[in-house]
């Protein structure tokens, strides 16, 4: 079976980097859409990037735009995003997900989720 797993979340500094990772196994996600989600307590699970599977499209919603980098290399069968800039994320577990088309890299359109990794701002 297709297993995405989460790696790289812990705590950071607030104003601080964090990089997190995606290793996907089982099979290979071939033209597939992925992207990080991030759910913070209280709140709905939000797409935060995505990447189409060749790289030429990518998705970041408002609040990480200029912050939020997502990176994909298919040979390692990885993806990656780093986080520039952690000011006022709140704490929250980051999942990477994956879809058959970028455009269905949404909540109701991912085929496959990650356990998720949680990122907690230090106080």
């Known amino acids: 079976q297709v297993q995405l797993v989460e790696s790289g979340g812990g705590q950071v500094q607030a104003g601080g980097s964090l990089i997190l990772s995606c290793a996907i196994s089982g099979h290979t996600l071939i033209s597939y859409g992925m992207g990080w989600f991030r759910q913070s307590p209280g709140k709905e699970r939000e797409c935060v990037a995505a990447v189409s599977w060749n790289g030429g499209s990518t998705y970041y919603s408002d609040p990480v735009k200029g912050r939020f980098t997502i990176a994909r290399e298919d040979a390692m069968n990885t993806i990656s995003l780093r986080m520039n800039t952690l000011i006022r994320e709140g704490p929250a577990v980051y999942y990477c997900?994956?879809?058959?088309?970028?455009?269905?890299?949404?909540?109701?359109?991912?085929?496959?989720w990650g356990q998720g990794t949680q990122v907690t701002l230090s106080s």
């Open positions: 997900a994956a879809a058959q088309s970028f455009m269905r890299v949404t909540a109701g359109g991912v085929k496959y």
